[in-house]
């Protein structure tokens, strides 16, 4: 960690003018104007290590990092934030959509190299927790034992690429976000957590048997079923940097599936019709629950203005290309027939079953959600992990909106209509629908504090676009008891608590009372991020009752760094033209 002399001038400065101010106001994180302000001595002497922001960087950045490679560094960071009244940040892989990863003053601290993994052949709850791993920790192989369900415990930095590719010697398998190089016990597992086969064996936070936490106080602490059961309880969904930072988390591994992949690709006869692609997507989605339960199909559905596809993906016993080309031929013909679609524009890639390497991709870090028709990575995620970083990078919000839907919603009689409307003018807006619930998602344990409403969902809906807002209001309106997955939702979706924790929000509440009655961790949307607000870039306690924001959002962020649009993903229609399609068949030629 280097620290120029520029670096140091400047902080000297900067105690200087905090000499002659006043101190942080009552209720408020200290910031590096006031007199209080820890001077650089203090800095330097009890968060060793730090790097300071300095003047060259920009003001949106906090006003130290701190790089933490073991757990006893976690603890001094946050008892650090404590005991100064500053203003911590986490950031592991830096994937925040929401932007709850970084602000602008006090301490970013990264956990992203707390790694190790240590694969059990079981494991069984107690005080102690399971044994620690470091970065240290030489990955081992197990042979998995039937009957008893395998874990594996992993630093908080081990991303999901990582730890399949240690599991595959011993022939096993996690869940973890599409995106390869997302953190599994950082922000996905807190929240939710959503998964090429989540269907199958369940959300995220259905996998965690047991957190290793550090709290507010500093204190390292095992949270597990049968220790420190609300603080587990808790962290299973309730979201991230909330109650603490995890800096270990012990989850289930699976044996390594068997999967086919089953595509398809339709699209209207013309192609300025941005209306008749809609019927045939409601027909789908009505068929999804039944198709989810009986023939094992989930994955990713994609709805353009004028075009729809589909990557199913098919697990284990489900796995059988006759009965998935026998369940899905009369749902295609009878889109296909439907007025204004081109049936000559179907394109299906048969049943295939996937190799291990093309399961790899699913998580490779590519964005791989198709293996067959592999995406490229998204652009703000080359620049967060290409040449040149070296870590995770903190992001500003990044527009989007979504709505988790229920069969009740997929069967709605005014589903085509809500489509097309929410669908919207924005500039290559889409819909991307992940088949990722049903299934096991569906079966609740009372465990976990996630949304109550992910145990009806089949599938989780975003809107995205290469400019502009994208608004679900028109799903919203069809779907009232439903809500949308925090981590990947508009931030001023209305009705924030009830839409993103429902009728778990208040035990949260009171949890994070007790946990971090001194918000030393402040995140929003977050639980009680209502009972904080910025008053001229100062973070505060609310006096009085909390504020209702118009629609009842969430408190607004006051991370200032650049969000943007996903334009890479606008291209994935186009991929179709290296299939040796005639590009005539491509979404973007007239005359289809
Ligand atoms: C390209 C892409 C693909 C994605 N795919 C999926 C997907 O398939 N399924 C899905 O469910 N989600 C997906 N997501 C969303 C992802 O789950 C969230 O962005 C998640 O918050 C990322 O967590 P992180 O820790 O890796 O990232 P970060 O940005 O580093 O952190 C996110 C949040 O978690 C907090 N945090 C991180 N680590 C810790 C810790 N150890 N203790 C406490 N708090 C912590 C941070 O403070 C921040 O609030 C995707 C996101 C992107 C950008």
Redesign the pocket.
Known sequence: MCCSRVVVCWLLISSALAALAASAPEGCKKLSVDSDWPSVDVWNTELKGNEPRGPQKSWTAPDYTFEASRVPHVQTAVKFAAKHNVRL?????????VA??DAPSGIRLS?TDLKGIRILESFQPTPKGAESVDKTTKVNTIKPIAGKQAAVTIG?GITIDELNKALKPSNLYAIG???GS??V????A??????PLSSYYGL?VDQVLEYKVVTANGSLVIANPTNNQDLFWALRGGG??TF????EATVKVHPFPKIISYSFWLNTTDYDDTHSIFTPAAYLFSQLPRLNKENGIQGYYYIHRNALSANWLIPNEFANASAIIAAMDPIIAKMTAMPGINAKSLIKIPPTVLNTTALGSLQSGD?GQSSSIPPKP?AH?VRRHGPGEMR?MAKGNIAMDSRLLGADELTHPDLAKALEKAIGTLPNAQLRNHLTGGGAVLKNDPNTSVLPAWRKTYVHMIAAAAAGEPNLQAMRDISPNMGA?V??ASVKNPNWKHDFWGANYAKLAELKTKWDPDFVFY?TPGINADLMEVKEGRLCRVKGAPAKLAQDMAPKSDNANEGEHEKARTSWPLLYMGKGVPPKMVAGAKGM
């Open positions: 940040s986490v950031i592991n892989s830096g994937h925040d959509y709850r990863n956990v908080a976000a599409a995106h997302v953190s016990a950082g922000g996905w807190q929240s939710g957590g959503h998964a995220g991230p940097s603490g930072v995890v800096v964005g998204p995620l995770a997955y981590n990947e995140v």
